[in-house]
């Protein structure tokens, strides 16, 4: 049983290749902890009482569970689709745009067929949300395959285009006419809307479809012909080019399911929570899932473990103001510890080095003694 488990997740082969890698990873981690730990002292607090109530106030009743899986839910797939593109040799920093453009055109589909049975009316608007933000993102993904023009500036730029354009939209000739509602489209039909698993929480019945949508992606990216495809792309695109490889195809496809998935979150977003579509439909969500996605270089399983502690770090932070941490400090300490797991890549080279350096160092003491 050990022996399947182990070939379907590649634990062996990826414990002998990422060791250096989960060192670094884990020195990044201590550091960041004692480093947050003087923060919270200078501050007049209790290191081991904040982080504490960090653990506490994600894990300590069903709601804060609900809330930190909900939260691991979205970064995670939003963290597989910066994965897949980037592997595909191809970097999406457009998600958050794709995600209005996604929760969007849900929102405004779920209100139009209001009155519709849910089990087609729901299924129609998870498409509409996909080719909504599948589209936003083949917009940067063809320029970049056919005029080379640098998709993070386009990406970044038509994030703002996207978020700009759909806050007009809700505010403007879209805004329902309830009353009471300051801003926002008209509210989907309550037979749509995903219910929620544990009560009071953010957690909806849409966490199931993320996790099949997220074995799904790691299925492809790591088992199948195209996942190995998009890989030699992404590496290495002129070789892949003489061996038959049709990259640029590859990239844009990379880019498509990428834009897809993040119209799929907007879509969870409004059909789990607000019911409407509103310009604070994501709070900056999809930057969490990007960094979550470099941190661990792109590697499937590992984002959906580093989703589940970021999830930790920010839901937890509600349980470091009721200890009286301000949320201030929360915010900085929240910031140093992923200060340094993003400065993992930097501490991983700097223990290489030294280890060279030390190797050469015998070889040259070795050198000299045979002399």
Known sequence: MKKVFGQIFGFRRAAKVNAGYLLSLAISILLALLVGAGIMALSGHDPIGGYGALITGALSSKRAIGDTLAKTATLCLLGLSVAIAAQAGIFNCGGEGQLYFGAMASALLGAKLSGAPAVIAVPLCLIAAMLAGAFWAFIPAWFKVRLKVNEVITTIMLNSVATYFCAYLSNGPLKTAERGIASGT??????????????????????????????????????????????????????????????????????????????????????????????????????????????????????????????????????????????????????????????????????????????????????????
Request: charged share 20%; glycine share 10%; proline share 1%.
């Open 186 to 371: 008209a509210k989907i039909d309550n037979a749509f809307a995903f219910s929620r698993v544990i009560n009071l929480s953010n957690l909806t019945t849409s966490i199931f479809v993320s996790a099949a949508v997220a074995l799904l992606l790691w299925y492809l990216m790591r088992r199948t012909t195209i996942g190995y495809e998009m890989k030699l792309t992404g590496e290495n695109e002129r070789f892949a080019n003489y061996t038959g490889i049709h990259s640029k195809k590859l990239m844009l496809w990379g880019m498509i399911i990428s834009g897809a998935i993040c119209g799929m979150v907007g879509m969870f977003e409004v059909f789990g929570l607000h019911k409407r579509f509103t310009d604070s439909v994501s709070n900056g969500f999809f930057w969490d899932g990007m960094l979550v996605a470099m941190i661990m270089r792109y590697q499937p399983f590992g984002i959906i473990l580093m989703s589940a502690f970021f999830g930790i770090l920010k839901i937890g932070g509600t349980g470091m103001e009721k200890v009286g941490i301000p949320s201030e400090t929360i915010l900085i300490v929240q910031s140093v510890i992923i200060f340094f797991m993003a400065a993992e890549h930097g501490i991983s080279e700097s223990i290489r080095a030294r280890r060279v350096r030390r190797q050469a160092r015998k070889r040259a003491a070795k050198e000299g003694g045979a002399k």
